[in-house]
């Protein structure tokens, strides 16, 4: 009980991935933000970073790309913010070539 918090957003996470396998999209958006918001909240950086780039993937596999854009932008700030600039590096070669970035810069 005392570590719940260690491991509450890795748990979201696993249940967002396993729900977007069986197909059930709704729960899925929900347990992706409640990975989010319970690694924001317990300041576990590169696993917020983490969740939002998982969500990022899946809103592309549901083609909502604008909020897939969305996610792929906070994971790259999150992975910057933590120091993992190859990561950040990697996830914008990914999203660029994904998508045909217009107007919107992500910062190094």
Known sequence: ESSQWTFENKW???EAE???????FEVAKLFYEKAIS???EHKF???EALACELAGYFYVEV?????AMEYFLLAHEK???WGALGKCDNLFNDI????KVKGREVQH
């Open 96 to 99: 660029s070539q994904s998508f």
């Open 63 to 67: 083609r909502d790309t604008e909020q």
């Open 79 to 81: 992975y910057h913010e």
């Open 45 to 47: 950086v590169h696993e």
């Open 12 to 14: 979201f996470l696993l």
């Open 18 to 24: 396993e729900s977007y396998c069986n197909n059930d």
């Open 38 to 40: 319970s690694a924001k």
